[in-house]
C-alpha cells in the first residue's frame, strides 16, 4: 500500500505505451495473414515499460498488470468490435493460441506440453516406442563396444525372445483337467436331482504379474496376458476345489469367476474363484 | 445347443451334470481403433467400431464354451455368466470377455 501510487502510475504508462505500439501497428497495419503483430507486441511493451517503472520507483516487479489490460483490449477491439464476424479458421485458431500463449505463459505451455503431448502420447503410443527403440539401441551399443562380445549376446538375444514366445492354450485338455478333478463345478445354484449339504463360502485366488518385455508388441503381450489368464483360472479353479475337499466337500455351487487388476498402477492380474461349497450325495 | 442364464431349462428334464465349461477372448491393441473411440469420447455418441469388437469378443468366448460343452457331451448349458472386465493393458483398453456356465444333458 506504501506505493500504490506509483504502482498506479507504472501501469498507467505502461498501458498507455502499449496503447500507442498497438495503435502504430494499426496505422502500418504490420501484419502476418491479416493477423496484426500488434497483438503481441503490444502488450509485451506494455509489460516491458511498466517492469522496468516499478523497477526504478518501487524497487520490485509489480507482475505486468498493464500486460494483461492490453491483451484484454486488443483482444476486444480485433475480435469483437472490429471483425465481429471473423471466421473459426486454422489461423483465428493459431492467432489465439499465440494470444493466450503471451498472456498466460505458464497455463498455456502446461497445457501444449503436457496435455497435449500426453493425448498424442496416450493414443499412439509414441513414447513407449521411443523409449523401446533408444533401449534396444542403448544395448546394442553397450554390447558391441563394452562387452565386445555382440554376436554372442545377440544370440541369446534370439534364443530369449524365442523363449518367451506365447505357446498355444490347450482349451480341450484345460477343459478336461478340470473336470476329472472328481470333483462339481456348478454355476448354478440348482443342484439338479443331488441332495446336498452347505458347508461354507469358499474364495481362492491367483496373481499373476504382467509381462513387461519392451521387446515385444503389445498384440504379443495380449497373447500372452490371454495365456496366463486362462492358465490362472484352471489354478484358481483347482485351488478351490482342493480347498473345499480338504473340509470335506465334492462340489461347488454359485460358481464366480472374477478378474481384475491389483498392485501399483495395476502391474499384476487378480483371479478370483468364489462359490458355496457343498457335499453332494449322489 | 440351449444356453441359459438361468439355474434350470424350463419343460425340460435334466438327466446328467457335465462339467464347468468356461470360453475366454481379448480384446486390446489397436492404435486406429483407440484413437477413433478416443475422438468419439471427445465429442460424445456411440463408438460402434467398439461395440462390434466386444461383440466378436463375446462370439469367440461363447463359441469357445459351447465346443467344450460339445466335446463333454452336453446339449445345453445352465447358469450361464458373461463377463467384460478392463484389464489395462498398452492402451488402457484391454478388455477380457468371459463367458462360463455349467454343461448338462436334458432329455
Redo the contacts between chains.
Keep these: 500500500m506504501k506505493y500504490i501510487r506509483e504502482a498506479f502510475i507504472c501501469i498507467l504508462t505502461g498501458t498507455l505505451v502499449g496503447l500507442v505500439v498497438y495503435g502504430f501497428f494499426l496505422h502500418f497495419n504490420i501484419a502476418i495473414y491479416g493477423w496484426n503483430l500488434g497483438l503481441i507486441f503490444a502488450p509485451l511493451a506494455a509489460g516491458y515499460v511498466e517492469t522496468i517503472l516499478a523497477n526504478r520507483f518501487i524497487g520490485e516487479n509489480i507482475g505486468a498488470i498493464s500486460a494483461f489490460f492490453l491483451f484484454i483490449y486488443t483482444t476486444f477491439y480485433s475480435f469483437i468490435l472490429k471483425n465481429p464476424t471473423l471466421g473459426f479458421n486454422i489461423i483465428t485458431i493459431g492467432s489465439i493460441a499465440v494470444i493466450l500463449q503471451a498472456a498466460f505463459p505458464t497455463a498455456v505451455n502446461y497445457i501444449l506440453f503436457s496435455i497435449g503431448f500426453g493425448?498424442i502420447s496416450?493414443?499412439?503410443?509414441i513414447f513407449?516406442k521411443i523409449t523401446n527403440h533408444v533401449y534396444n539401441l542403448i544395448l546394442g551399443y553397450y554390447e558391441k563396444y563394452v562387452l565386445k562380445e555382440p554376436h554372442i549376446l545377440d544370440l541369446e538375444r534370439i534364443e530369449e525372445k524365442k523363449s518367451y514366445e506365447v505357446p498355444t492354450f490347450n482349451?480341450?485338455e484345460s477343459?478336461e483337467r478340470?473336470?476329472s478333478l472328481d470333483f462339481?463345478?456348478?454355476?448354478?445354484?440348482?443342484l439338479?436331482?443331488m441332495k446336498h449339504e452347505n458347508i461354507g463360502i469358499f474364495n481362492t485366488h491367483v496373481i499373476i504379474e504382467?509381462y513387461k518385455r519392451l521387446n515385444l508388441?503389445?498384440?504379443e503381450?495380449?497373447n500372452k496376458?490371454?495365456y496366463e489368464?486362462?492358465k490362472g483360472?484352471d489354478e484358481c479353479?483347482i485351488k478351490l476345489s482342493e480347498e473345499i475337499k480338504s473340509a470335506g466337500g465334492n462340489g461347488v455351487i454359485d460358481?464366480?469367476?472374477?478378474?481384475?487388476?491389483i498392485g501399483l498402477g495395476?502391474d499384476s492380474?487378480q483371479i478370483n474363484a468364489i462359490g458355496i461349497g457343498v457335499k453332494l450325495f449322489s | 445347443m440351449i444356453l441359459t442364464s438361468?439355474?434350470?431349462l424350463a419343460n425340460k428334464e435334466?438327466i446328467d451334470?457335465?462339467?464347468?465349461?468356461?470360453g475366454?477372448?481379448?480384446i486390446?491393441?489397436n492404435?486406429y481403433k483407440?484413437?477413433f473411440s478416443?475422438v468419439r469420447d471427445v465429442v460424445g455418441g456411440r463408438t460402434s467400431r467398439y461395440e462390434e469388437e466386444l461383440e466378436k469378443a463375446r462370439d469367440i468366448a461363447l463359441e469357445?464354451m459351447k465346443?467344450?460343452a460339445e466335446?463333454?457331451g452336453a446339449n445345453a448349458i445352465?447358469?450361464?455368466?458373461i463377463?467384460y472386465?478392463n484389464?489395462?493393458?498398452?492402451?488402457?483398453n484391454?478388455i477380457?470377455v468371459?463367458a462360463?456356465?455349467?454343461a448338462?444333458k436334458y432329455e
Excluded at chain 1, 462339481?184 to 440348482?190: I, L, N, P, R, W
Excluded at chain 2, 451334470?17 to 468356461?22: A, C, M, P, Q, S
Excluded at chain 2, 445352465?78 to 455368466?81: A, F, S
Excluded at chain 2, 484389464?87 to 488402457?92: A, C, D, K, R
Design positions: 493425448i496416450y493414443f499412439s503410443g513407449k482349451e480341450k477343459n478340470i473336470n462339481y463345478f456348478m454355476t448354478s445354484t440348482d439338479i436331482t504382467k508388441t503389445p498384440q503381450i495380449e496376458a490371454l489368464l486362462k483360472k479353479l460358481l464366480e469367476i472374477q478378474y481384475g487388476l495395476g492380474f | 438361468a439355474n434350470t435334466i451334470y457335465k462339467g464347468l465349461v468356461t475366454e477372448s481379448l486390446g491393441a492404435i483407440d484413437l478416443g469357445s465346443e467344450k466335446n463333454l445352465i447358469g450361464l455368466k463377463s472386465d484389464l489395462g493393458g498398452t492402451m488402457g484391454t477380457l468371459t462360463y456356465g455349467t448338462i
